[in-house]
């Protein structure tokens, strides 16, 4: 049994509430079991030098942990005056996942900006916040055509992100943080709701793992991204009805 009694298949509860930010073309606060994370989208009218009059827009995203998402302060990178390394990587990843399912050429000569803000930390932040930052990226897409800024969605498919891993030698979906700090191997899976593979991130933190417990790995991860996408469907269209 798992520590939170879920079986090896079994997401934790996932919650996403848009209009989370009032002021921001898109927001979703996405919370996901005991993790919180809070994603607003900034539409800007122009885009980063190396793209200028390319015709091309650009998505991009900044990632931060508030000091009491975790169990212990982690004091704020402004106060150090740096970004840390696993910073930098995550809101990378955010990006390119974002950026995988948009049509830049559609989307043109403008900047879309997602701030993803940790509030909780209990596992699987970084997935979180690409699952809600989707939401958040629609909803500004869907604002910027009711404004007429854009003639059509720029958005070819949806995109959603989950972890698992192999603990106790069973592959299980979603970790929480008990789980996760005692993984023998995690795993972050980044897909399409055509199912198409974006991101594939995956490491033993023991012993070797086999061919076929990756395969374990990616059926859950694609089993529990298709479920996040349903999830992500109905609060957009709710959102859009409000």
């Known amino acids: 049994m798992r520590p939170s009694g879920r079986s090896l298949q079994e997401m934790r509860p996932v919650s996403l509430k ?4 009032p002021y921001a073309e ?6 996901i079991g005991n993790t919180q994370v809070l ?3 900034t539409v800007e009218e122009r885009t980063p030098p190396f793209l200028r009059n390319t015709g091309l827009g650009w998505v991009t995203a900044e990632y931060g942990m508030l000091p009491r998402a975790t169990h212990q302060r982690t004091e704020r990178e402004a106060v150090r005056g740096r970004q840390t390394g696993r910073t930098q990587e995550i809101q990378r990843l955010i990006g390119r996942s974002l950026r995988s399912v948009t049509d830049r050429a559609a989307l043109g000569e403008r900047q879309i900006r997602l701030d993803c803000d940790v509030l ?16 958040a ?4 897409c869907l604002h910027m055509m009711r404004t007429g800024a854009l ?7 949806t995109v959603a992100a989950i972890s ?14 008990a789980e996760d700090s005692n993984a023998q191997a995690d795993a972050n899976f980044v897909f ?4 198409h593979v974006v991101e594939v991130q995956v490491g033993s933190e023991g012993l070797p793992f086999s061919q076929d417990d990756f395969i374990s790995l990616l059926t859950l991860g694609q089993d529990g991204a298709s479920r996040l996408r349903a999830i992500q469907m109905e609060a957009i269209e709710t959102a859009g009805h409000m």
């Open 26 to 31: 898109g927001s979703c606060l996405i919370t």
């Open 18 to 21: 848009t209009g989370a930010v």
């Open 39 to 41: 994603c607003a989208a």
């Open 151 to 157: 003639a059509a969605m720029p958005l070819r498919d």
């Open 192 to 195: 399409t709701g055509q199912g």
């Open 120 to 135: 909780v930390a209990d596992g699987g932040t970084r997935t979180a916040a690409i699952t809600g930052s989707y939401v």
């Open 137 to 140: 990226l629609h909803l500004a």
């Open 164 to 177: 698992c891993g192999l603990v106790e030698g069973q592959a299980r979906l979603d970790l929480d943080f």
